[in-house]
Every structure is written in structure tokens, then in C-alpha cells.
């Protein structure tokens, strides 16, 4: 299953593309950064990254897409910015007929770390050791757009590829339980997974008793 991730950002956009296993393990395929200059008309700045993030998918034709789940911030310049870039990798999937997957960051950093609260260090340093780099993908956006496509991935049930279940447009990815990452057997869940299936499990329990009372 090949999954791309895009951080979308209007002055960098990182994109990443990953080749991940039936056993969970993670292959690096591509990653890259789109940047635009703030001087540059925003029309312009939209078509650069359109083009660019278009041009990966042309190149490495994944199987799923994964963005970043747009939220409020005080920045409303920065979140417009964000809105924007991610409308259009919605557009670019939707033209592709991919399946498409909203992760928040929190999910991401608990998926990739084991913790919600991680920050860019800690995640870079765990997206460098799941697809065994010998350094930290950088700028920062470039780990990012990596992460968010292991999330994707790990949240997908075991074989998915292309049309499965699980991350139908507008989608939170899926909802099978991480299992086996990075190769290590269906009992050999790494701390990270073991937070997520924990923290999924937690979820699920709290939403049976709701229903419940």
C-alpha cells in the first residue's frame, strides 16, 4: 500500500510518500517540500502548490491520501493559508478518485510516538527510526508530511490498498487498530501502537457505555 501525506502549508507544503507492508513495516518512497514566496499573488502561490503536490501524485500514484485535519488557531492568516492548501489536496485526491484521510496532529504525534503532545523533534526522530533514516527529514514539514502518512497507513485495516475500506473521502482514515508495525508481528506492537490501540480501545468503551446509559 502506498500512501502520500500532505502537510499543507501555503509558504511550505510538505509532501511525503511511504510503501508500507502488510506487516506494518514503512518504506521511504518520496518526500519533498513545495514553498512559495509570501511577496508571490496568492493565486499564483495556489497554482505553484496545486502543481507540485499534482505532480508527486502523477509520479508515485498512491494508493491513499492523508492531510492534515484543519483547526482553529489565533493565526487567522496562517489557518486560511492551511484551509486553502488542503482544499486543494482534496480536489487533486477526488480527481484521482483516491481515498482520502483527515488526521489532527494529535493523532499523528500518538500515532507515530505513542504521545499527543509530542513535539517536532520527537516526532521527526520517530519517523526517521520507523523508515530507518539515517537522519531526521528536514525542514520540519517534510517529517510531518511523512508522519501523517504512517498514521494513515497504521490505521488501516491489515492489506487495504487502493478502493478498500477505510479511508473513504472525508474519512478519519479508518478504524482497525495498529497491528505488527514496523514488522514485528501481531504481538510485537511498538510503544507508539501500543498507545494508539490503548487509547482506541479507551474510546470505544466510553462510547459502548454512553450508549448503554
Known sequence: ???????PG????GVGVVDVSPTRTAVLVHVSVIQTPPEMPLELRLLAVAAGIEAVLDEHRPDHLAVERVFAQHNVRTVMGTAQVSGL???AAARRSLPVGLHTPSEVKAA????????????????AKVLKLDEIPRPADAADALALAICHAWRLPLGSSGGASGGGAGSSGGGASASSAG????SGLTPAQQAWRAAEQGTKSRVAARRLV
Open 1 to 7: 500500500m502506498r500512501v502520500i501525506g500532505i502537510d
Open 10 to 13: 501555503l509558504t511550505r507544503c
Open 89 to 91: 489536496a482534496l480536489l
Open 112 to 127: 507515530v510516538t505513542g504521545y499527543g503532545q509530542a513535539d517536532k523533534k520527537q516526532v521527526g526522530t520517530m519517523v
Open 183 to 186: 514488522g514485528g508481528g501481531a
